[in-house]
């Protein structure tokens, strides 16, 4: 059997500040996925964030998976790997007052 596998950015150059979520993505042919955060700027430079990974049935009513990904002050990048996800994907996160994360968020998928 041939594996399918495809990268796709989903966040580029994007401010995170307080609450927010990346873009959902479509990814029902997948059956693993590794979600990537490229920090390129920060606001305070102690800045350390937890994001959730939600799945969703149709991209638009959305749940907690069950995997964080933490962000630390001291790392550029970044990963959370996740299985048996459903149709749709996306992080979630909410960062303090004074905080912000320029980023760059990757999706690879497998199948």
Request: aromatic share 10%; proline share 3%.
């Amino acid at each position: 059997m041939l594996r399918s596998s495809h990268t796709a950015v989903v966040e580029r150059n994007i401010w995170w500040e307080g609450e927010w979520s990346t873009e959902p993505y479509e990814a029902a042919w997948a059956t693993r996925a590794v979600a990537f955060v490229r920090v390129l700027e920060r606001r305070n430079i102690a800045v350390d964030a937890t994001l959730r990974v939600q799945i969703s049935p149709d991209g638009i009513h959305w749940c907690d998976e069950g995997n964080v990904l933490n962000v630390s002050a001291d790392k550029d990048i970044s990963f959370a790997r996740v299985s048996q996800f459903g149709g749709w994907l996306r992080l979630t996160g909410v960062l303090g007052p004074e905080q912000g994360l320029k980023v760059v968020v990757y999706l690879a998928l497998q199948g």
